[in-house]
């Protein structure tokens, strides 16, 4: 995605040092904690936690993925953003972050369970948007890329059919 050099989208990639992530918007990882852990359904030994930071720009957005731990979502600035998860009964769960004192019913943190499919969206302001929206993530145990995984949104929404618009209009790429 090209992006102006002079806009607010941009210094944030400049300033933050981010590179673009696999389910789409921009990442950097800004901690991984030399503390680890030993995951008890498998015995597999990661950091105890990670953290990034996450922008999605103009129509960008975070692609169906699900990854092996808890991920806590921190709002920052700009457009509110939709965190999109799916239980494991088949239930569409929707968090709108952001700053709730400028956008009424928006929370600045929300969870998404380990293991749950989910995505994310910016959430375009009808009166006068900025265009991006800045979160964090927190993993714990840490994320690591090996247990991370691209949904493939056809065979999802063939076992959700009641949320195939959503699962189409945020597949991967």
């Avoid at 991984?32 to 960008?60: F, H, N, P, Q």
Wanted: aromatic letters at 10%; a negative charge.
């Amino acid at each position: 995605m090209a992006i102006l050099s002079d806009t607010p989208q941009q210094r944030l990639i400049d300033q933050l040092g981010l590179i673009p992530h696999p389910e789409g918007g921009f990442y950097r990882e800004t901690f991984r904690d030399e503390a680890s852990v030993v995951r008890v359904s498998d015995g597999a030994k990661r950091s105890a936690s990670t953290a990034i930071y996450y922008l999605l720009c103009d129509d960008a957005y975070s692609a169906w993925h699900r990854i092996r731990a808890d991920e806590v979502w921190h709002f920052y600035s700009g457009d509110p953003i939709h965190v999109h998860w799916l239980t494991n009964d088949g239930e569409l769960v929707t968090h709108r972050l952001g700053n709730p004192l400028v956008h009424p019913e928006t929370v600045f943190q929300a969870v998404v369970p380990a293991n749950c499919w989910f995505a994310a969206e910016r959430v375009p302001d009808p009166h006068g948007g900025v265009g991006y929206a800045l979160a964090g993530c927190t993993v714990a145990p840490g994320f690591e890329f090996s247990e991370f995984e691209l949904a493939d949104a056809k065979s999802l929404a063939t076992v959700n059919p009641a949320h195939g618009p959503v699962l189409a209009r945020l597949a991967g790429r």
